[in-house]
Each structure stands twice: as structure tokens, then as C-alpha cells.
């Protein structure tokens, strides 16, 4: 597994700001630009400043053979998603840390996000995609143009590709499932997003092989990722399986939905019905009760594309990378021990 190490690694910018300089300057000190004009203090103050926080150039950033335009493409889906908000905060912040900048196509309307990006492509303004488009069939995965284009898939897996971005959606829902367990609950059911997305049917398939691997009774229903989708899929749940103490849902926009299904259903959370959901946002800690979430690395995944797709533009092979960041329950009071 790989990770982003983001969080572990001082940045450029913040040698910069140790030494005094900016970063363009702390950059050619570090680089040995022999063009540099700067007193020898300054020079001297940049690499005291790198040396005291054990600052390292990104190996790929320094070896770059592809790249001509310093401009990477971060196709998205609809700005509505506010996963997406973090994962592109992540992206944005390794891409300056790599000297390079992010253009954002959002992927609104059919047809209009892959001819914005072929643009892109065949106008030779991008050294490389990101594409974190959560549709199954785009038509921008069999375009000629993009087979000729360093890119790497982001929070979804293309089976067969060997470039895929991905976070251990299995383990986010094996440990929603560990955390009712351990508050007694055995009689489970999923709030399942459609299985055609790849991130759905990953969270799916955890939450089925982990429940087997507890023995507890585990019921699943899809709907789609909004409230209306959750309530839908919760009701189902709910009214075919009555004996199901707890939900877990595989959006926070769908745990909403599902306490209206269990306010319709008079089932009060969390006295009769534990709810958990997949992803952390800070409108959980506002609904009624506080939502229990699991935190997924966002933001470390936003910067783990970048730096898989700068490897790509420094010559090495694709590969598929896994976040290593763990999921992380947020306990909040939506989840209790069962009535």
C-alpha cells in the first residue's frame, strides 16, 4: 500500500517561510541554479532552513521528463458532491508543492466534461489527467486522445488499468461494522449507493464480507447517493426487515435521508435505530442527533494522485496506489447499544 505522506513531509513552502525567501527563490537555492543571484546569507539561510526540517525534493518533481506545461487536469463530478471539495483541496495543495497548477473540468452535463477536457488534450495545455469522474461508461476512458496522455484514475478503480487512486473503501465499511458490533448490535443494514459506481459496490462488497466474517445478519439496499436515495433504501430496510437495530449509509447525504425514514417509521435514533455513515463532514455534528461518520483521507488522496501522476511525467510506470491512511470512526451520538 502507498500513501501520500503529505502530512509527514515539510513542505518547500515551508522551508520558504523558515528562511525568509520565497518559494521560487528557497527553490532554485535548493536546486542549485547557477543563474540565482542572492547573497550568500540568503543562500545559506535556505539550506540551514532545509536541513533543520529535513526537507527532501520529491524524487519524481526532480526528475521530470514529460511535463512542458506545468498544468495538471482534475476532471470531478457536480461541485454539489463537498466530498470532492476535499479532494481537489488535497490535489491543489501537493501540485504547489510539485510546482505545478490544477485545471478544473467539472463533469456537469453528457459529453460536455469530455469535450472540455479532448480540449485540453489536443491543445496541448495539461501534462497529464486526473480523472475522478464517478460514471461508469464515460466516454472520455475510450478516447484516443487520453491513451496518449499520462493520467491516473481518482476514487474510482478502472479494472485493468494498473493506474487507479483509490482509498480501502472495504476496510471504511469493516470498520462502521466493528463499531456496532461493539455496541451489540447483530441485525445490520446497508444504505447502499447504485452498484454501477465502483466506489458503491467496493463499500458493498466490505460491509458483506465482513459482516459473514462477524456472523451477524446483514440486509442491503441500494438507492442513489442523495437524501432521497437514503430515505428510499432506509425504508425498504426498515419495513422488510423490521429486527434491523442499526444502518450504516454510504453517503453522509444519504444518512440524512435515513433519519427521515426512521422519524416516518417512528424508529427515534439512536434509541431504536443506530446510524452510521460512511465519510466525515462538519454538517454531522449538526443534524439531530450529532451523526457517528467514518473519516475517510480525502484530502490525502487528492495529493496521492498528484504525486502518482508527476511519477508518470518523471518516466515511470503507472501503478495502482492505495491511501494508506486508515478510516477513523467519528463517534457522535447517532449509534448507541441496541433497545
Not at 201 to 207: K, Q
Not at 218 to 241: M, N, P, Q, S, Y
Not at 242 to 256: I, K, M, N
Amino acid at each position: 500500500m502507498s500513501g501520500s505522506g503529505a502530512a509527514l513531509r515539510h513542505r518547500l513552502q515551508d522551508v520558504a517561510r523558515n528562511a525568509g525567501v520565497s518559494k521560487s527563490i528557497a527553490s532554485r537555492v535548493l536546486n542549485g541554479d547557477p543563474a540565482l543571484l542572492v547573497r550568500p546569507e540568503t543562500r545559506a539561510r535556505v539550506i540551514e532552513a532545509a536541513r533543520e526540517l529535513n526537507y527532501r525534493p520529491h524524487a519524481a518533481a526532480r526528475g521530470l521528463k514529460r511535463a512542458k506545461t506545468g498544468a495538471l487536469g482534475l476532471l470531478v463530478p457536480p461541485l454539489t458532491n463537498p466530498v470532492y471539495v476535499r479532494i481537489i483541496r488535497g490535489a491543489f495543495e501537493q501540485a504547489l508543492e510539485l510546482d505545478f497548477v490544477v485545471l478544473l473540468v467539472e463533469d456537469v452535463e453528457p459529453g460536455q466534461a469530455e469535450q472540455s477536457a479532448s480540449r485540453l488534450i489536443q491543445a496541448g495545455r495539461i501534462d497529464g489527467l486526473m480523472i475522478a469522474s464517478a460514471q461508469p461508461d464515460h466516454p472520455l476512458l475510450d478516447s484516443p486522445s487520453l491513451q496518449r496522455l499520462p493520467h491516473v484514475f481518482v476514487n474510482r478503480a478502472v479494472a485493468g488499468s494498473g493506474r487507479n487512486v483509490v482509498m480501502d473503501e472495504m476496510s471504511a465499511s469493516a470498520t462502521a461494522l466493528d463499531h456496532l458490533v461493539a455496541l451489540g448490535h447483530r441485525r445490520i443494514g446497508h444504505v447502499a449507493g447504485p452498484r454501477e459506481l465502483d466506489t458503491a459496490r467496493r463499500r458493498t462488497v466490505g460491509f458483506r464480507k465482513h459482516a459473514s466474517e462477524l456472523s451477524v445478519q446483514a440486509e442491503v439496499a441500494e438507492g442513489d447517493f442523495g437524501e432521497k436515495g437514503g430515505a428510499t433504501a432506509a425504508r425498504t430496510l426498515l419495513l422488510d426487515h423490521p429486527g434491523l437495530t442499526a444502518l450504516y449509509a454510504s453517503t453522509l447525504s444519504q444518512a440524512v435521508g435515513v433519519f427521515h425514514a426512521g422519524w416516518e417509521l417512528r424508529r427515534k435514533v439512536p434509541s431504536d435505530l443506530s446510524v452510521i455513515a460512511y465519510d466525515d463532514m462538519p454538517l454531522a455534528d449538526y443534524l439531530r442527533p450529532p451523526l457517528t461518520t467514518i473519516r475517510m483521507p480525502l484530502a490525502e488522496l487528492g495529493a496521492a494522485a498528484v504525486e502518482a501522476l508527476v511519477s508518470q511525467l518523471a518516466g515511470d510506470e503507472p501503478r495502482d496506489v492505495t491511501v494508506a491512511e486508515k478510516p477513523q470512526v467519528v463517534v457522535r451520538s447517532s449509534t448507541a447499544p441496541p433497545p
